[in-house]
């Protein structure tokens, strides 16, 4: 029953440093989202992948890059954090990227950046 | 792009009481989905319900229900005999081709 799996859980950066959140689910879905949520709002799209071997630009992509490694596996990658990347971010999986197919969504990455 | 808007940041409900949060959202599509998601302390984005555009008939699922008024773009969550595992705060999302798009959420607070 693990579903959508995230690491880290937590993580401290300072301004500069690059890390790479990793995301993996297990229910056979060819779609996966990357979202972010700031105080007092909603989750916002980073990128998504609407099957194995795509990738696309969501509502905020600045500053972000992504994997989609396997049919499992979608990683996002900050190349030199900065403080404004401080965030939760979650990533969601569903099985078709149109529709009403639900999205399940990991536990969340808290990322704090100094 | 479609906008959520949840005009109500915070909500108070007695135990086994209910209680009514509010969404509207703007689109021209005819054909789409509207879901809740309820998201408690420990962070988790949980499924609550969901409506497809071309049904009629509002979703329930126990004691959840909607009330979708497609013509006013309006898709409020009911919550009926109020429990204190309730408490958490509810995003409205509307299915845009490719994702979700959220309101800023309602802080649901439930008192004994």
């Known amino acids: 029953n693990a579903g959508v799996t995230q690491t880290p859980k937590f993580q401290v950066l300072k301004t500069g440093q690059s890390m790479t959140l990793q995301c993996a689910q297990d229910?056979?879905?060819?779609?996966m989202y990357w979202y972010r949520q700031d105080p007092g709002m909603g989750l916002r799209l980073i990128y998504y992948?609407?099957?194995?071997?795509?990738?696309d630009k969501g509502e905020v992509p600045n500053g972000y890059n992504v994997s989609r490694l396997n049919k499992r596996e979608f990683s996002l990658r900050l190349e030199s954090a900065a403080p404004s990347q401080t965030s939760v971010y979650f990533c969601?999986?569903?099985?078709?990227?149109?529709?009403?197919?639900?999205?399940?969504f990991g536990d969340g990455t808290r990322l704090s950046i100094l | 792009a479609q906008t959520v808007t949840q005009s109500q940041p915070e909500m108070s409900v007695q135990e086994a009481e209910t209680v009514t949060l509010s969404c509207t959202y703007d689109?021209?599509?005819?054909?789409?989905?509207l879901f809740w998601y309820k998201q408690p302390p420990s962070r988790q984005m949980i499924l609550v319900i969901r409506?497809?555009?071309?049904?009629?008939q509002n979703a329930t699922e126990n004691r959840f229900s909607v009330n979708f008024q497609k013509a006013a773009k309006s898709f409020s969550l009911k919550i009926s005999d109020s429990q204190l595992g309730d408490a958490a705060m509810y995003f409205c999302?509307?299915?845009?081709?490719?994702?979700?798009?959220f309101g800023k959420g309602t802080s649901l607070l439930v008192t004994p």
């Open positions: 229910m056979n879905h060819n779609s």
């Open positions: 409506q497809e555009a071309y049904k009629q």
């Open positions: 999302a509307y299915r845009s081709p490719y994702a979700l798009n």
């Open positions: 969601a999986s569903s099985q078709e990227d149109q529709g009403g197919q639900p999205q399940h």
């Open positions: 689109t021209s599509e005819s054909d789409y989905y």
């Open positions: 992948s609407a099957s194995e071997g795509t990738t």
